[in-house]
């Protein structure tokens, strides 16, 4: 089955690379993979699967 | 008032109240979840909050956290065959986790409070939780622990992996991380939305109905069941295309946004209705033909973009953009075919 996938560069979604910490809750909250842990800090890599949910922007930990 | 839930019993303990359920889900649970699917007294299958207890757990045993939806603390507790654990139910207003966590009712305040209310703190000795993933966008991980002091582990996102989740000393495999929406998942969504839809195409195939008597001779009854009645069947046969193939064709219709996934279904049932109306000359006129060329996709879209909402991979970004150009484009094709088909009526 062909992996359903939504519309293109249209989400919200923001990372400040800058504020990461790299505890990785955004990895395991997130439904879609959208983001991955990469030296020890958080990239986007799958911006387009991102559903704005907001599980990451909630369990981050500043 | 609150759902019964079958072979389960209420206990208090050195002043601490448990609900004893089975794992095993009865015909009553099971006929409870069935009409809740067609919308039979879903927005009130609720089960009381509290302590539930699954197996014999003590003091050291893993708490699971759900809502306070039937059909959620049902999925849950039948996956936990076995198992001894404590299931703490939170109050989400009979919604189900990913829902409430959505709109913030399964949220870091109601667990926080829900911990104090049932004095968790009194029935296990550690201070772990264990949520669905998919509590996650209502929940603060890191704020449910400053302020309970109960740390907050995501488990996966169904139930059916718990079990191995939990052998896994709660590790979770990147698989039951991710959410899918495999067919039986967007199967299970049709019964609802027939009966959520069927009220609005009754209205709107009552007004056809009603107008189909106007003709060049006036008013006429007969008008009413010849071209009324075809009229009713096309739209319900357009509603039903979408309503029963959006879902179930959704990954293999050509497209991203839903608008264009449902314009194939719109443009296969128009295909089908005008090679039918060739067939046995349905209509005298062009008019109506043109016309209901243009409402059965108008209403085949309509119908398939709602099913954003129940989808699990669409954003609201995207939902917003795709709305503000094909729900005036679906008002036009809607009215254009309407005019048309009035028209017709008096040629």
């Known amino acids: 089955m062909a992996r359903l996938r939504y519309l293109v560069n249209v989400v919200t979604l923001e990372l400040d690379v800058d504020k990461c910490i790299g505890c990785q809750m955004c990895t395991e909250v997130c439904p879609h993979g959208v983001s991955a842990i990469e030296n020890e800090k958080a990239v986007i890599v799958d911006r387009d699967a991102c559903m704005e949910c907001g599980a990451c922007a909630r369990n981050w930990e500043p | ?347």
Not at chain 2, 127 to 145: D, F, I, T, W, Y
Not at chain 2, 295 to 315: D, E, L, Q, R, W
């Open chain 2, 1 to 347: 008032m609150f759902e019964k839930i079958s072979n389960s019993s209420f206990i208090t303990q050195n002043g601490l109240d448990f609900h004893v359920v089975p794992t095993q889900l009865s015909l009553a649970d099971q006929l409870g979840s069935w009409k809740a699917r067609w919308a039979i007294g879903r927005m009130k299958y609720v089960v009381e909050q509290g302590v539930y207890v699954v197996g014999n757990p003590d003091s050291n045993s893993v708490v699971l956290v759900s809502a306070n939806y039937k059909m959620s603390l049902d999925r849950l507790r039948s996956e936990l065959t076995d198992l001894d654990a404590w299931i703490l139910v939170i109050d989400t207003k009979g919604i189900n986790v990913w829902c409430a966590a959505g709109k913030g009712t399964f949220g870091t305040d109601e667990i926080v409070q829900r911990i104090e209310t049932v004095k968790l703190a009194e029935v296990v000795d550690h201070r772990r939780l264990v949520l669905p993933q998919l509590g996650a966008p209502g929940v603060s991980a890191h704020e449910v622990k400053r302020r309970s002091g109960f740390s907050v582990t995501y488990g996966p996102v169904r139930a059916e992996d718990l079990p191995a989740f939990l052998s896994a000393g709660m590790k979770a495999t990147k698989e039951m991380h991710r959410v899918r929406f495999p067919l039986s998942a967007r199967a299970v969504l049709i019964p609802v939305e027939l009966v959520m839809g069927t009220k609005h195409i009754m209205l709107f195939a009552a007004c056809f109905l009603l107008l189909a008597g106007l003709g060049r001779r006036g008013y006429s009854g007969s008008l009413v069941l010849s071209e009324g009645l075809a009229g009713v069947i096309l739209i319900f046969a357009a509603y039903l295309a979408a309503i029963i193939g959006g879902p179930v064709l959704l990954p293999w219709l050509p497209g991203r946004s839903f608008s264009i996934k449902s314009l194939w279904i719109g443009l296969a049932a128009a295909a089908a209705i005008a090679l039918y109306s060739f067939n046995i000359s349905l209509f005298d006129d062009r008019f109506t033909l043109i016309a209901w060329l243009l409402i059965v996709p108008a209403i085949c879209s309509f119908f398939v973009m709602n099913f954003t909402g129940t989808s699990t991979y669409t954003s609201l970004s995207g939902v917003k953009r795709e709305m503000r150009i094909a729900v005036p484009l679906q008002l036009i094709c809607a009215a254009v075919g309407l005019g048309l088909w009035l028209a017709g009526r008096f040629v």
